[in-house]
């Protein structure tokens, strides 16, 4: 599989741990995202990465979370003393640098329920 | 980032064309009009985008009125697999606006 894949798809974990959200983008994206998804809304962003350069990040992405994409490659989300306000849907897409009106292509999110 | 507005959801049959609008009276020159989707448990997928011309491609056909304050996104015939939630999304290209804004969508249900 050639898309984006997104580690792991399901995470359940207890207020107050730490979790971390692995995405692998499509090979040669340089353009990378983070969007989160509460039920029923729409995605919202929250951070992007052109190679390993974080370039953007929303007020959303409050102190407690941490995204990195170190050699410009894959990246990693961490979410410290999780809440229960933190369980949502977490997507990664990429895009390529050229064709700046090109798609994002998504994976297809990990999951978090924080009990 | 100039918003759209979508109908919360709309119903159709299979097997019969489907008009998506989309509102965005406040769309500066720049503004691309893109459009996702999202089936259910599954992340967006890209579906079509325009500037100003009517666009075609195999999913959908993009009609872009003339003024470019609404859009309409057309489904030639529904199937049960069509059945998502579908985003009208703007995006300034050459202000070099890189995140598409999403907001509620349509939720588009098919009927067999």
């Known amino acids: 599989d050639t898309g984006v894949s997104q580690d792991p798809r399901h995470k359940i974990t207890k207020r107050g741990q730490n979790v971390t959200f692995r995405c692998d983008p499509i090979?040669?994206?340089?353009?990378l995202y983070w969007y989160r998804q509460t039920l029923g809304q729409g995605p919202e962003f929250l951070t992007y990465f052109q190679n390993e350069a974080q370039l953007e990040k929303s007020r959303l992405l409050s102190d407690r979370f941490s995204a990195e994409r170190p050699k410009g490659s894959f990246s990693t989300l961490e979410i410290q003393r999780t809440e229960q306000g933190d369980s949502a849907m977490y997507l990664c897409?990429?895009?390529?640098?050229?064709?700046?009106?090109?798609?994002?292509?998504f994976g297809e999110g990990s999951r978090l329920t924080v009990l | 980032d100039a918003k759209t507005t979508q109908p919360n959801s709309m119903e159709s049959n299979e097997e019969e064309p489907v008009h998506l609008p989309c509102n965005h009276s406040?769309?500066?020159?720049?503004?691309?009009i893109h459009w996702y989707r999202q089936l259910p448990s599954q992340g967006p997928e890209y579906v079509i985008h325009g500037l100003t011309s009517n666009v075609n491609n195999r999913m959908a056909s993009l009609a872009i009125a003339e003024d470019r304050k609404s859009s309409t996104l057309i489904l030639h015939r529904a199937t049960l697999r069509d059945a998502a939630v579908y985003y009208c999304?703007?995006?300034?290209?050459?202000?070099?606006?890189?995140?598409?804004?999403f907001g509620q969508g349509t939720r588009l249900t098919i009927n067999p």
């Open positions: 999304i703007l995006r300034d290209v050459v202000q070099g606006a890189q995140k598409l804004v």
């Open positions: 406040t769309i500066s020159g720049t503004d691309y």
């Open positions: 090979s040669e994206h340089n353009r």
């Open positions: 897409a990429s895009r390529p640098g050229t064709a700046n009106t090109g798609e994002l292509f």
